[in-house]
């Protein structure tokens, strides 16, 4: 009798996972192009039919690449553990004028942060990462050069970022970076067995403040107080074209205000080093 040796389990791993994730976003990519030939021959109803197949397909797919909780193309965590915990994460430093300056407001307030870094910006300012590290922050990778179409990147460029991103890191302040964010939180259909090879966690967030829009301090401490929850993860940045001088204002006032109504400020994941846990992830008591 013929016996069928077939490893079930070799079929049920993440690779698999992870190559239908990638078919069925390119199946997607195909479907409103393929529905074209419903136009022939050519009627309104049809038109109708193939307009509401594009743009219902196209909305899926900015959901998958856009939206910072979407779990489709990456399994990311976008909140903290612990009641009354809240994370403070700045990205696209570090930035030779405002990250110094932003430090030294964490310092006085004695609350540690999450800087998603820039590869290259780190290598040209690897002192103002190890002084992060130093004070207790955590360093985490957001791509070597954030690339703004990170979600059309070709499988080399797209690993090259990420390890690079890491790299740097590493080269800064002595340790491997634990979480990654992309550049405006873009999705890849790769970036799931990317970041496992790599030991990264994705690391999305809750509040987004949108400072890269509005310089109006106003609106930036509505947008975090009027919001905020327990394990909320805030989106910041620590260099934008014009400046963050707007977010260094009122960035004491909303610490200040968080602390009153009981928040904690935790990082956004463990410090680790080389896979040794040094300091706890979650509700990180502030000495
Ligand atoms: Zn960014």
């Given at each position: ?11 049920s ?14 199946l ?33 797919i ?9 779990q ?54 690897p ?44 080269r ?22 990317y ?24 609106v ?28 260094l204002?009122?960035l ?16 956004a ?18 000495p």
């Amino acid at each position: 009798m013929l016996r069928w040796h077939f490893n079930f389990r070799s079929f049920s791993g993440p690779e698999t996972t992870d190559m239908a994730r990638s078919v069925m976003f390119f199946l997607l990519v195909l479907v409103p192009n393929v529905s074209l030939v419903l136009l022939f021959p050519f009627s309104l109803s049809r038109l109708a039919l193939v307009a509401a197949i594009y743009g219902a397909v196209t909305l899926l797919i900015l959901y998958m690449l856009f939206h910072p909780r979407s779990q489709w193309l990456v399994t990311n965590r976008s909140r903290v553990d612990g009641a009354g915990c809240v994370a403070l994460t700045f990205d696209d430093g570090p930035d030779p004028v405002y990250t110094p300056k932003l430090l030294d407001l964490l310092r006085e307030k004695n609350v540690k942060a999450t800087f998603f870094v820039v590869g290259k910006r780190a290598d040209q300012h690897p002192e103002i990462v190890r002084r992060a590290w130093a004070e207790g922050h955590l360093i985490a990778n957001h791509t070597w050069s954030h690339y703004s179409l990170f979600c059309f990147l070709m499988p080399r460029r797209l690993r090259a970022e990420i390890e690079l991103g890491t790299e740097s890191v590493r080269r800064s302040c002595g340790v491997r970076p634990r979480l990654f964010r992309s550049p405006v939180g873009l999705r890849h259909p790769l970036l799931e067995p990317y970041l496992r090879d790599a030991g990264l966690e994705y690391v999305s967030w809750t509040i987004r403040t949108r400072d890269t829009l509005t310089a109006n301090s106003s609106v930036l401490a509505r947008r975090i107080l009027n919001q905020v929850t327990s394990g909320d993860i805030i989106l910041l940045h620590d260099r934008l074209p014009r400046g963050t001088d707007a977010m260094l204002g009122v960035l004491p006032r909303v610490i200040d205000e968080l602390r009153e109504r009981g928040f904690e400020f935790v990082l956004a994941g463990p410090r680790e080093d080389g896979g040794g846990t040094l300091e706890p992830a979650a509700c990180e008591p502030v000495p």
